[in-house]
């Protein structure tokens, strides 16, 4: 017969947030395929050619939770090309759907020409080039830059709006993070850009875990667009590439 005290202890274990009924099968739970390890002891110096894709770089993300596990959506392909448009040097594809048209100065800075934003229908040209990093950074560095902004439509070249774009980059500290390709060594690079427009106000945060000679390895950003004091869009996420590095990782500028 059970006694008192053992019935007791099984009405609270069931009144508890558990199951007290009977395995039905194993639970499956897909990989960590992005993992902080440790606060790296190896800083090293991030090229601006490491901080974004070189020309032809064929990098394929997967998006994952906040726990570094793969989300529902489907692997996002980015391929930069060669291209002259908007007086850009190469074209880059970004995660969330944005194309970047970049050039290459002879001091090695790198420079953002053109965003197209084919989701907004919009086409975003900084003149003179904003500074997106120069040639190279170190642990503790913060680098700004800023420049005029007008903002077009993508059908007709129309103007939309016109303000000023600001960018500040951080290189934060090394970092040793795991992710499907494997483990690297890594600095943790932190962006901030914020455009304040006529009648926008854009603003985007992104952290970026960068190993030399191969750029980012796993990228976090949170964005939001207001318009005339309205919020239009947030958005946020977490990528890790997935795609195979080369053995050696042609870094010659375009």
Known sequence: MMNVRTKVRLILLCALPISCAAPSGNVKTSPILFEILSTSSAPFAVDATDQIAAM??????????VNGRATGDPVIATLAV??????????????DGDREFVSLANNGDISLVAVEAPNDQAISIFTPPLVLAPRQMHMGEIFA???????????????????????????LRAEKVRTPLGEFQT?????????????????????????????????????????????????AGTAVRISAIPPAQDKTPP
């Not at 032809?56 to 939770?65: G, H, I, P």
């Not at 291209?83 to 190469?90: A, D, F, I, Y």
């Open 56 to 65: 032809d770089a064929n990098w394929t993300w997967q998006l994952v939770d």
């Open 82 to 95: 060669s291209t002259e448009l908007h007086r850009g040097m190469w074209m880059i594809p970004m995660i």
């Open 145 to 171: 830059s800023s420049s005029l902004m007008r903002v077009d439509w993508m059908d007709d070249g129309g103007e939309r709006d016109r303000g000023i774009g600001e960018r500040t980059t951080r290189i």
């Open 187 to 235: 600095m943790r690079v932190e962006t901030k850009f914020e455009a304040v427009l006529r009648f926008a106000k854009a603003q985007r945060s992104t952290t970026l875990w960068i190993a030399a000679g191969i750029g980012p390895v796993a990228e976090e950003w949170h964005g939001k667009v207001t318009v005339m004091g309205i919020s239009i869009s947030n958005d």
